[in-house]
């Protein structure tokens, strides 16, 4: 099974700042790498496809970038809608399977 | 507009057998493969399993810790995808989600509904 780690499991920044999330993948997934957004008590949402696609409706300010096993989730000046926990998650191979989350909380 | 709509948690006695089902609207469901995934209190997201389409089969895939308990099916007729979750354990206590799922250089959770909890306890 590909494992999924992400870094950092939690950051405090301030609106305005500049927030990166990295995720590793334990072998290469080429690009078949996702992002979701999760705010506390609701259901995942779809923010990023193919490690840098953004999901249509989606703010400019959210990037991904990356291919093989490392990539990144850029939010360039954060929002105060922003502040939620974000999942990366390997869809190249069966199982399917999630980074443990980041969560990005109000400085 | 996509609308998932989960229904059939509660609570279980461990060893105990439930069903969930998923009501789907908005799109053409026999088009799409469908998923479950959970979140068990506090924690993060677990796939559970993927169901294919017609064309494919109805073929499934399941993660290592439900496989041969849970059982995905869907009708395209009803537009309803459903999980038989049999011989619960309490670790299977958490928030069930259905998903509507697409291939996009990646298999991806396009749209997700609002979740069902389940709660495996004596």
């Known amino acids: 099974d590909i494992q999924m780690t992400q870094s950092p499991s939690s950051v405090s920044a301030s609106v305005g700042d500049r927030v990166t999330i990295t995720c590793r993948a334990s072998?290469?997934?080429?690009?078949?790498l996702v992002w979701y957004q999760q705010k506390s008590g609701k259901a995942p949402k779809l923010l990023i496809y193919?490690?840098?696609s953004l999901q249509s409706g989606v703010p400019s300010r959210f990037s991904g970038s990356g291919s093989g096993t490392d990539f990144t989730l850029t939010i360039t000046s954060l929002q105060p809608e922003d502040f939620a926990t974000y999942y990366c998650q390997q869809g190249g191979s069966f199982p399917l399977t999630f980074g443990g989350g980041t969560r990005v909380e109000i400085k | 507009e996509v609308q998932l709509v989960e229904s059939g948690g509660g609570l279980v006695q461990p060893g105990g057998s439930l069903r969930l089902s998923c009501a789907a609207s908005g799109f053409t469901f026999s088009d799409h493969y469908m998923d479950w995934v959970r979140q068990a209190p506090g924690k993060g997201l677990e796939w559970v399993g993927h169901?294919?389409?017609?064309?494919?089969?109805?073929?499934?895939d399941y993660a290592a810790s439900v496989k041969g308990r849970f059982f995905i099916s869907r009708d395209d007729s009803e537009n309803s995808l459903y999980l038989q979750m049999n011989s619960l354990k309490t670790e299977d206590t958490a928030v069930y989600y259905c998903t509507r799922t697409s291939w996009r250089s990646a298999v991806c959770f396009e749209d997700w509904g609002q979740g069902t909890l389940v709660s495996v306890s004596s």
């Open positions: 193919a490690a840098s």
């Open positions: 072998q290469g997934i080429s690009s078949s």
């Open positions: 169901i294919r389409r017609k064309p494919e089969g109805y073929t499934t």
